[in-house]
């Protein structure tokens, strides 16, 4: 902007100018100039950059939430916060001040959750929510949680993600593959995922290698030979089903991916939230009909945060 002296113009009308961009234009416009910085620091444009119902999710927070300055409360909401008792937390787009949200476990519906037979809570170190959900045993694998869209950034596309991880001793998410289903109004975006993608790989008779069918011995007459044993070939032997193989490239979302907080996150679908919109987000992840025993699975919950493009 060649022959523009910002010298001349009130510092109060250069805040609004920046408060018009984006939190990382703000922060890098600080370091073109003395009176740049004092503008874009101030409270006038961070209060833009915060969420309209800021004020809410704060009262609503398990401890109280100090800052001295709009700027400072903006990057503090960055880190997350708990709320609503803990079951869930709360946090900003570091760079679009986008919202987003975490239903911990115990905000979830998983079937089954309340029967210790079947599942039990732990509390991880590594979780920011209090418990965690642990799958012992089930055949019958169903979680879902929901979340009013009201809440939510409009004008985004947000993604739901299941937040897990498996222990030492999981099994029985080979195949057949989980369903995952995220439905908004007449939106679905659903499609399979693998949690276990690294898990050893069976073939359809349990055991890798080729299969010797064994005879008990046979007395054989004067003409006959002993034929070996006949096996299976070793490419059908260890065959798996077509969908359990390890999503590559593209499909990548499709498998968890590590987070870098110790836990790791699957994609569950996508939806888009209008100016406006009003209605309740539903997520999923199922298995229900294989019937096959699952192990091991340990659930913090499930963040619907911005999709990045």
């Known amino acids: 902007m060649d022959g523009v002296d910002f010298g001349i113009l009130p510092e109060g009308c250069i805040s609004h100018v920046v408060s018009l961009t984006t939190p990382r234009d703000a922060c890098r416009s600080s370091q073109v100039s003395s009176m740049l910085r004092a503008a874009s620091e101030s409270d006038l444009v961070w209060e833009r950059f915060l969420p309209s119902d800021y004020r809410e999710v704060l009262s609503r927070a398990v401890d109280p939430v100090g800052f001295s300055s709009k700027k400072e409360l903006y990057f503090r909401l960055c880190r997350s916060i708990l709320i609503d008792g803990g079951n869930k937390s709360f946090a900003l787009d570091r760079a679009t001040g986008k919202k987003i949200y975490m239903l911990s476990a115990k905000e979830l519906c998983i079937i089954w959750g309340d029967t210790p037979r079947y599942w039990t809570w732990i509390s991880p170190p590594e979780s920011r929510f209090p418990q965690a959900a642990e799958l012992i045993s089930v055949c019958w694998l169903e979680i879902r949680g929901k979340i009013d869209v009201k809440t939510l950034s409009p004008k985004t596309t947000y ?72 096996t299976l070939p070793e490419e059908e032997a260890q065959a798996e089903p077509e969908e359990a193989r390890e999503a590559t490239g593209e499909d990548a979302r499709r498998v968890p991916q590590e987070r870098g907080d110790g836990w790791r996150e699957v994609e569950l679908g996508e939806f888009y939230v209008e100016e406006g919109a009003e209605g309740v987000v539903e997520m999923s992840l199922t298995e229900v009909n294989g019937g096959n025993w699952k192990y091991g699975l340990i659930v913090q919950g499930i963040e619907i945060r911005p999709k990045e493009k």
């Not at 222990?167 to 998410?173: K, N, Q, V, W």
């Not at 276990?196 to 349990?206: L, T």
């Open 159 to 230: 993604a739901a993600y299941l937040v897990m991880k498996l222990t030492d001793e999981a099994s029985g998410f080979n195949s057949p593959l989980q369903d995952a289903c995220v439905k908004f109004r007449d939106h679905v975006s659903s499609h399979k995922v693998h949690i276990q993608p690294d898990a050893p790989r069976r073939s359809r008779f349990g055991i890798r290698g080729p299969i010797i069918i064994r005879h008990r011995p046979l007395r054989l007459r004067q003409g006959q030979s002993m034929l070996p044993p006949p």
